[in-house]
């Protein structure tokens, strides 16, 4: 690839990109999207025409489905009949969520399926001037917004004919930049692939590390460990702190933590040691294990004072439990320190927790390692685009 750079300082940006295959030159053009196709979508099918029956019927994807598993269906006649009176998209089309997350794609694969009305809609583009490989990815920059820079709540035709995008006039130049981007999506899918493998891997081993349920010893252990595992009440193993208020602290270099994580530092810790912290309200099905000094707000627990247990082994079992099962309200998730507490475990001498948890802890830093690959692939990727697509604001 070369690197081009725009000398018109006094004039409107060249539309040509800063990264690109030494073989391309000249500018790019410059369109709407009503330009080269027109936005179609499918016949609208009512509640009553689906069903949960998978066998002998055809996938009918929703918005809340879309690019998931679909979870309703139509009969085989329904979709003959329709689509061959109705706008349907040709295998490479690129369906386009227009309600709920706006701009969300997927590419038609020609297999048998069905997408709701006007929610997924797609361009009829023949591909005369642009290939739709090379327009996914032009979708995929474009900033869904409304004229005034607002976000696009329900997008309609009209706001996808008036969106501009910008592309090379030579098919070969658009070919050879989706193919590029294609690997690197294919490298990314096959990283997400590993990951994946990695936590089913863990789930597995964890299964199988700690007692079912009925069970008092696991069905795998390490060697040298045996008897039963004892019964335990939370509250037998730790005490439970509850999160407060950090506003009223100066920044400083203390980590404070709340359910979604890491929010900001300040200047004093409310607790400093291992523990396992867990969401009051709201998310409390994702475990953090937390080390050092730290603060945390009022919606986290935090345990301390352990006895005859370590805290990694509690983190583990923290993963290992089904919070939604002790969730105490009906709307927004919420646990309280009595209903924790009085949840029951088995545990089993010190050393042998230890072993569970330096087993899955390495895991877990593999786990991490991989995520970490997989963001920064993303990152080479999106940094990549911005080099490849001209910006006609810069």
């Avoid at 595992?229 to 270099?253: C, P, T, V």
Wanted: net charge positive; glycine share 8%.
């Amino acid at each position: 690839m070369k690197q081009n750079k725009n000398k018109n300082t006094d004039q409107a940006p060249a539309l040509i990109p800063k990264l690109r295959f030494k073989e391309f030159e000249g500018e790019w053009e410059d369109t709407k999207l009503g330009e080269i196709g027109n936005p179609l979508m499918y016949k609208r099918i009512f509640k009553e025409q689906t069903t949960s029956v998978s066998v002998n019927t055809i996938p009918f994807y929703k918005i809340g489905t879309f690019g998931r598993e679909a979870d309703a269906y139509i009969s085989i006649e329904l979709y003959n009949d329709f689509k061959s009176r109705y706008s349907f998209p040709n295998k490479g089309d690129i369906l386009i969520s227009a309600s709920g997350t706006i701009g969300k794609l997927v590419v038609y694969d020609g297999s048998p399926a069905y997408f709701q009305d006007s929610n997924i809609v797609w361009l009829g583009n023949n591909e005369e001037f642009v290939l739709n490989r090379f327009l996914f990815y032009c979708y995929s920059i474009i900033k869904w917004q409304t004229s005034d820079g607002g976000v696009i709540q329900r997008l309609y035709n009209s706001d996808l004919k008036n969106i501009k995008f910008q592309f090379p006039k030579d098919k070969s130049e658009q070919q050879k930049i989706a193919s590029f981007l294609s690997s690197l999506d294919v490298r990314i899918e096959a990283e997400t692939q590993k990951l994946q493998a990695l936590n089913r891997h863990k789930k597995g081993l964890m299964q199988n590390l700690f007692p079912a349920e009925g069970e008092t010893t696991p069905k795998l252990r390490f060697k040298g460990f045996e008897g039963e595992w004892e019964e335990k009440e939370f509250n037998q193993l730790f005490k439970i702190g509850s999160g407060k208020d950090y506003k009223h602290l100066k920044r400083g270099e203390i980590p404070v933590f709340g359910s979604g994580g890491y929010m900001l530092s300040v200047n004093d810790f409310l607790y400093e040691g291992e523990s396992v912290c867990i969401g009051r309200k709201g998310t409390i099905d994702k475990p953090i294990f937390l080390s050092g000094k730290f603060w945390t707000v009022d919606t986290l627990f935090y345990t301390h004072s352990f006895l005859n247990c370590t805290p990694k082994f509690i983190y583990m079992i923290f993963q290992n439990i089904n919070w939604k099962d002790h969730n105490e309200a009906g709307g927004i998730p919420s646990l309280s320190k009595t209903t924790i507490g009085k949840i029951t475990t088995f545990v089993p001498s010190i050393l042998e927790q230890q072993k569970i948890a330096a087993c899955l802890s390495s895991i877990d830093e593999i786990i991490t390692a991989q995520g970490e690959k997989i963001e920064k692939l993303k990152q080479h990727k999106k940094g990549l685009m911005q080099q490849m697509f001209p910006n006609p604001e810069a």
